[in-house]
């Protein structure tokens, strides 16, 4: 039996179903007993260092949990639960962390995006049964802004680079803990689980120290969702944003199968866009929520899941927070939610007044959960202006001469699936999202979405100089080329693609046997 300390933020479902693929039983900690009575602790973290001593303070579990670590009984911190061992952390300046390895958790202060975001190796400081079966060339999945520092090296068990060697992994004794996520890096992670859950042999994975480990660029696979006229859910894909064909919703297959098979064909990270969330009430939306706990008992990789996520009031006039709303997703297995007409609105809010109101779902959202789990969707339509003067908005001068000679455009911010134009530009919207807290942004194009002509590599460019936050080049893919320009014309992190996918004319793993030798990837099969 293998106990799991959910203290009630993050995405505790994924740790679950990988526990149970491995077939081992997981009982959640509702009380100080189940503490002290555990055999095999499991403590995953994703949030905020402040939020989760907060509640471990209030819930009494602090002097259980210490009295278990001091006990030496088998442990595993995944991401907060590895900070949660240390003294403090820059997240949470005034909060006193466990304590139990000295040392502290900083910030990273690098040139480079933050949060770090995706798959990068290890280098294994020390042996450890942990890394049985693996080779040490393996990538895992990162997520975090923060990273721990331990006064005494000695505990160390693993280092990543990322602009700096950060500590990726510690070991004291039977005590583990790690920065990446076993749970989220596909079959290597699962074996990772797997080692530390059997009492298997004693044997210990000799160090492995590579030169410098590297942070893989990321494919990601999109999946809109949505009710077809028969009220089934369906994967479906527009033509700049139009699903229907011959007056039908397109069908291009069932959600939890598509992801699947993306899954197994090495896709880094699945997305979800529910395109009907705008019109429903998303906390009745039993079957998107199914979809998503389906899909995260066999789908070991970040699952993002977007669409009508914003403040609700249902029909007897109850009020939802987008947090709440939020929650159910994070609770059904996604370990992102992605906001887009919502933050258009919160932008436009924000540049009226110049404040920040803390009540925002992109702030409350972050708050809670962590930047890591806020993801911005932009679905931006150009428009072309002769000058720059002949509109307020941040306009960039392009090479795509538009229809009447025009040789500058801005990025127009639409709503409501592209149905709205607002008055507020592409780069200024995602300056203002990282701001108010937001981690990453998912940077769509209504002229490029399902074109097959390549990524719109001048808006990339232009939002991606604009902020510090990782971006994901979205629409347009046709050809495996189109993912090595984007790589390598751009300094996008991910490139997300859907229509080639679905429509089987490109694979995942074309997709990689094409990037292999040219950009840093995860190689798979
Ligand atoms: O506004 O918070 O409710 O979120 C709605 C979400 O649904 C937004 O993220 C928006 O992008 C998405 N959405 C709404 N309507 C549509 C539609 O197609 N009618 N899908 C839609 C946009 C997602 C793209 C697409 C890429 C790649 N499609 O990310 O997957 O363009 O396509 P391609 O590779 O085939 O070119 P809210």
């Not at 479902?13 to 503490?35: C, H, T, Y």
Request: hydrophobic residues 35%.
């Amino acid at each position: 039996m293998i106990t799991l300390l959910d203290y009630g933020a993050g995405n505790v479902r994924s740790v679950i179903n990988a526990i149970e693929s491995l077939g081992q039983k997981v009982k959640i900690v509702s009380g100080i007993d189940d503490l002290l009575s555990a055999e095999k602790l499991v403590f995953p973290g994703v949030g905020n260092f402040g939020s989760m001593m907060r509640i471990l303070n209030d819930k009494n579990y602090v002097d259980a949990l210490k009295d278990y670590l001091l006990s030496n009984r088998p442990f595993l911190g995944i991401c907060l639960g590895l900070h949660a061992l240390f003294e403090k952390s820059e997240e949470a300046p005034d909060t006193k962390g466990l304590g139990f390895i000295s040392g502290e958790v900083k910030k990273f202060d690098i040139n480079l995006s933050v949060p770090h975001i995706g798959w990068n190796g290890i280098n294994i400081k020390k042996p450890s049964r942990i890394f049985n079966g693996l080779s040490g060339d393996e990538k895992f999945y990162f997520v975090h802004s923060f990273h721990v520092v331990p006064d005494d090296d000695s505990v160390v068990l693993t280092t990543t680079n990322y602009g700096i060697e950060f500590v990726s992994g510690i070991q004291k004794g039977n005590i583990t803990a790690t920065q990446f996520h076993p749970e989220k890096s596909g079959t290597e992670g699962i074996n990772v689980l797997k080692n530390f859950l059997e009492p298997g042999s004693e044997q210990k994975a000799i160090t492995h120290v590579l030169k410098e480990t590297r942070l893989s660029k990321r494919i990601v696979a999109c999946l809109d969702v949505r009710s077809n006229d028969h009220g089934d859910l369906v994967v479906t894909k527009g033509d700049q944003y139009d699903v229907r064909e011959n007056g039908n919703v397109r069908n291009l297959g069932k959600p939890v199968e598509l992801a699947r098979t993306y899954y197994e064909q090495g896709a880094d990270e699945i997305t979800f866009l529910n395109i009907t969330g705008f019109r429903d009430f998303p906390l009745e939306d039993i079957p998107m929520m199914d979809v998503l706990k389906q899909t995260s008992k066999n789908v070991f990789v970040p699952l993002t899941i977007g669409g009508g996520i914003r403040d609700y009031t249902d029909q007897n006039g109850r009020k939802y927070t987008a947090l709440e709303v939020a929650t159910q997703y994070f609770r059904s297995g996604a370990d992102k939610i992605s906001i887009g007409s919502d933050a258009v609105l919160i932008a436009e809010a924000y540049l009226r007044t110049g404040k920040k109101t803390g009540n925002s779902s992109i702030e409350q959202i972050s708050e809670v959960y962590g930047a890591q789990a806020v993801v911005i969707s932009i679905d931006p339509k150009r428009v072309y202006v002769s000058s720059p003067d002949q509109t307020p908005h941040q306009v960039i001068k392009t090479e795509n001469i538009g229809p009447l000679g025009e040789a500058y455009c801005w990025y127009q911010c639409t709503i409501n699936g592209g149905r709205e134009g607002r008055n507020l530009d592409a780069i200024t919207l995602a300056q203002v999202c990282e701001k108010l807290g937001a981690g990453e942004i998912l940077l769509n194009c209504i002229d490029k979405d399902g074109t097959d002509s390549g990524y719109d590599l001048e808006l990339i460019n232009a939002v991606k100089n604009a902020v510090t936050i990782p971006v994901i080049a979205s629409s347009g893919a046709g050809c495996v080329e189109h993912f090595y320009e984007v790589f390598t014309k751009t300094h996008a992190e991910s490139a997300l693609a859907a229509g080639i996918f679905h429509r089987k004319e490109v694979s995942i793993p074309d997709v990689k046997k094409y990037l292999s030798d040219k950009v840093e990837t995860r190689f798979i099969i």
